[in-house]
């Protein structure tokens, strides 16, 4: 009789399951995008990396192994029309603010980030998001003494390093909990555990700003478990002779990493995180490929400014996809703010890009612009739109490219030679110099 019981309490499982209505299966499907409504985010910041050195994008020769990085690729949006700012603080100061640097006065390195200013944490905060949130590594914000100046401006839990390099990466000054010691640990592999500690703790929804300090100098051999460039000389002399393969080995180390906290994550964190990896600037110079070494890092040329960007996980629909939308590393203000649930379109200077998530051919902006300087009257500043970029230069020098048809940027099109301009791209001039003056008002 039991076994009959058993046996009729199935049937009648099974019959409910096989009439459940349209309705009920809405109310599930909806009850699913409740609960990744609100999805960790985990921002990964990669310190000098150009698209000639990132796997997945047509230009440089030689590239590093980075599986993990392509897997996000092939799980997610890879995304071939961002702009940065050409150093590595102007573009953490956008991100961190959502405003162009002009405005901040971080319109290179060495700035100091005023405290007054509203931090993305400071936002979230402010909007009762729920998040809980940290920065672990690299800060170069403000005095690299000053170790209370990522809690001031909002950051909840800050550890890493103030400054825009170390010494060594083998020993470095490390500061947490408002305290500066010296590490010894490999940073990359310091910072990773640090991220795995502190999402560990995590209960609630959270927001990571993981910013690794390499690939930026000094360029040195990692620990041969974390790259595949096989035996390197380790002296000096040797890198200073041949960098590339070391900022390679320095990409993989990092890869490799970020493979670990990946696997370290609980499932219900796997399944409901959305992971946003973002070069901060162009290849320096020493290890540029393909692009000429004056307009690498530091220029506002492509090799300077136009940087990957890779958006996989939770939330994310759109597989194994490039997106030539034009999007600024500006607008992950807004974009971390939508993922949140802030009910937003823009703030500041940044744009809300969340909808290229999972739907193609959404215009986000129809011109990009950066800049540098060391003082806010005397900068290098350009913009684009979907063709051409304008780029006007402090001793009075200005350039027009057709990236359309010319990438590289090998001919200006103000130059004697080129001139007149086709009516095409004197409108677009026109049209870059009018979106500067509103930028700037």
């Known amino acids: 009789m039991k076994t009959n019981y058993y046996f009729f309490l199935l049937i009648l499982l099974l019959l409910s399951a096989c009439t459940k209505t349209e309705a009920d299966i809405l109310e599930e499907q909806e009850a699913v995008q409740t609960e990744f409504s609100n999805p960790n985010i985990l921002l990964i910041i990669a310190d000098d990396m150009g698209l000639d050195a990132t796997p997945g994008y047509d230009i440089g020769n030689v590239k590093p192994n980075m599986p993990n990085l392509v897997s996000m690729m092939n799980n997610g949006i890879r995304f071939t029309n961002l702009w940065s700012a050409p150093l590595c603080s102007p573009t953490r100061a956008g991100m961190l603010t959502g405003k162009y640097g002009f405005r901040t006065g971080v319109t290179s390195v060495g700035r100091t980030l005023s405290t007054s200013e509203t931090s993305i944490h400071s936002y979230l905060d402010a909007m009762n998001s729920g998040y809980s949130h940290a920065v ?7 005095d690299r003494q000053d170790t209370q100046h990522p809690n001031i401006i909002g950051v909840e839990n800050y550890s890493g390093m103030l400054s825009g390099t170390v010494n060594s990466y083998f020993n470095w000054d490390f500061v947490e909990n408002m305290q500066s010691t010296v590490s010894t640990e490999y940073s990359t592999t310091k910072l990773t555990d640090l991220a795995i500690d502190w999402i560990g703790d995590q209960s609630q929804p959270w927001f990571l700003w993981l910013a690794y300090n390499a690939p930026h100098t000094p360029f040195h051999l990692p620990p041969n478990d974390l790259h595949s460039q096989g035996v390197l000389p380790s002296d000096e002399a040797s890198i200073a002779a041949n960098p590339l393969p070391y900022y390679l080995a320095m990409l993989e180390a990092m890869d490799s990493e970020m493979g670990r906290l990946f696997d370290a994550l609980r499932p219900e964190d796997k399944d409901n995180t959305i992971i946003i990896f973002v070069g901060d600037n162009g290849t320096p ?13 530091n220029s506002i040329y492509q090799g300077g400014i136009h940087v990957p960007m890779v958006i996989s996980g939770s939330n994310v629909t759109r597989k194994g996809v490039e997106d030539n939308a034009l ?3 500006i607008d992950l203000f807004a974009t971390i703010a939508a993922l949140a649930g802030e009910d937003i379109t823009s703030i500041n200077d940044s744009k809300n890009f969340t909808s290229l998530l999972n739907t193609s051919g959404v215009s986000v902006r129809d011109y990009l612009y950066s800049e540098v300087g060391t003082s806010t009257s005397t900068l290098d500043y350009t913009l684009r739109d979907s063709q051409y970029k304008l780029m006007k230069f402090s001793d009075g020098n200005e350039a027009l490219y057709d990236l359309m048809n010319d990438p590289m940027e090998e001919i200006n099109l103000l130059n004697a030679s080129q001139l007149p301009l086709s009516d095409a791209a004197s409108a677009a001039k026109l049209g870059l110099e009018a979106e500067y003056t509103r930028i700037i008002q």
């Open 136 to 142: 672990i590594g690299k800060w170069h914000l403000g």
């Open 285 to 297: 110079n020493q290890v540029v490929q393909t692009y000429n070494r004056r307009r690498a890092k």
């Open 327 to 329: 999007i600024g590393t």
